[in-house]
């Protein structure tokens, strides 16, 4: 039974592995003091999404300048996408030229998987850099 449940458990893995999902910047603006980015997830894969939970870091050329609250896509079918809004405190909007996406934890079904295999399955649009696990 155990070698069953580590087959299945490499299965879905290996599924997941294999899925590309797109990260793209929908909308800047200002909330009080909070920098605000709306980013949208597009599911490309052939299982549905449970969750990606995360935040960005803001960069302007090579420096960090802030890092956002956490936020989640969540239920993201095939073929499907959602939005979330980062806020970051007291970033300076109108100047990020970069931003890094942070993976802290990725689900499918009820199954938490590697945020680093999560993180390279992800496909950031410009000028999102990169997706990277905490």
Known sequence: MMRFGAAVLLMLLSAAANADYRLELQGIGREDYYCSIRVSLHNESEENLTEINGYFYSFVGDENVG?????????VPVGGSVEAAFLTPNAPCDEVTLYRFVVASCRF????????????????????????AR
């Not at 890092?67 to 239920?75: H, V």
């Open 67 to 75: 890092r956002s609250r956490g936020a989640s896509f969540l239920n």
């Open 109 to 132: 079904d009820l199954s938490f998987a590697d945020r680093e295999l999560c993180a390279k399955r992800i496909v950031p649009i410009t000028p999102i850099g990169s997706a990277v």
